[in-house]
C-alpha cells in the first residue's frame, strides 16, 4: 500500500529558531509532491509544490526538498514565527493515479513567542 | 478569487437523513475531488472526477455518492447518514493535466451524524 508518514506529529520550538518537517512515502513512483497548511478549523492552503524532477522549491522563508530514491522530503522553515502555528500536510501523488493525493497525517507545529 | 467554494460550512444531522454537499470550482479545473478528514488523521479519498460525466471511487467511497454534470459543480451525496460520517468534508480541483498538479481546497464542511 502507498503510503505518507509524518515525523513528529508535534512539534514545538521557540520564534526564531529555523525548523524542519519531514515527510516519506513508501513508492518511489511519485509525480508530484506538495505541501500544504491548514490552520484550525479551516482548509489547506497549499504552499509549495515539487515535480517529480524537480530536488527543491523556495518560497519565501519556506523551502521543501525531495529525494525520489529515499523516498524522502522536508519542509524548511527559517526563522519561525508565532504566525507559523499551524498543521503542515505532505501529499503525494503517485504515477499511474488520477492524480489523487495521498496525505501524511500531519505535523502539528506551535512557535512560541 | 473565488477558488474552490463548499455549502454549507456546518451542518448537523440525525442518523438516517440524507443531505447533498454543495463544491463549485471557478478555475476551470478539470479534475475534481472529495475528501474527508477524521481528527488527528491526513486526508482520505472519498470520490474523485476526471471531467464533466466521469466519476470513480477512492479509498472510503461507502455511504456516498457523486455525481459531475459540469466542469465547475462537484456535489457529494449522504445517503442513510451514519455517526461513522461525522467529519470534515473537503472539496478540491486541479487542472490534472502536464506536470501542473496543484491542487486547490475549499474550506471545509464540518459535518455532525447524531
Known amino acids: 500500500k502507498q503510503e505518507v508518514t509524518q515525523i513528529p506529529a508535534a512539534l514545538s520550538v521557540p520564534e526564531g529558531e529555523n525548523l524542519v518537517l519531514n515527510c516519506s512515502f513508501t513508492d518511489s513512483a511519485i509525480y508530484n509532491l506538495q505541501w500544504f497548511r491548514q490552520d484550525p478549523g479551516k482548509g489547506l492552503t497549499s504552499l509549495l509544490l515539487i515535480q517529480s524532477s524537480q530536488r527543491e522549491q523556495t518560497s519565501g522563508r519556506l523551502n521543501a526538498s525531495l529525494d525520489k530514491s529515499s523516498g524522502r522530503s522536508t519542509l524548511y522553515i527559517a526563522a519561525s514565527q508565532p504566525g507559523d502555528s499551524a498543521t503542515y500536510l505532505c501529499a503525494v501523488i503517485y504515477t499511474g493515479s488520477a492524480r489523487q493525493l495521498t496525505f501524511g497525517s500531519g505535523t502539528q507545529l506551535t512557535v512560541l513567542p | 478569487n473565488a477558488g474552490v467554494t463548499q455549502t454549507p460550512k456546518f451542518r448537523i444531522l440525525k442518523i438516517g437523513q440524507s443531505m447533498t454537499l454543495q463544491c463549485t470550482q471557478d478555475m476551470n479545473h478539470n479534475y475534481m475531488y472529495w475528501y474527508r478528514q477524521d481528527p488527528g488523521m491526513g486526508l482520505k479519498l472519498i470520490y474523485y472526477s476526471v471531467g464533466a460525466g466521469i466519476t470513480d471511487k477512492g479509498e472510503v467511497p461507502n455511504g456516498y455518492n457523486v455525481s459531475r454534470s459540469t466542469t465547475e459543480d462537484f456535489p457529494l451525496r449522504l445517503e442513510l447518514a451514519a455517526p461513522s460520517q461525522t467529519s470534515v468534508y473537503f472539496c478540491?480541483?486541479?487542472?490534472?493535466?502536464?506536470?501542473?498538479?496543484?491542487?486547490?481546497f475549499g474550506q471545509g464542511t464540518r459535518l455532525t451524524v447524531v
Open positions: 478540491a480541483s486541479s487542472y490534472g493535466q502536464g506536470a501542473n498538479t496543484e491542487a486547490f
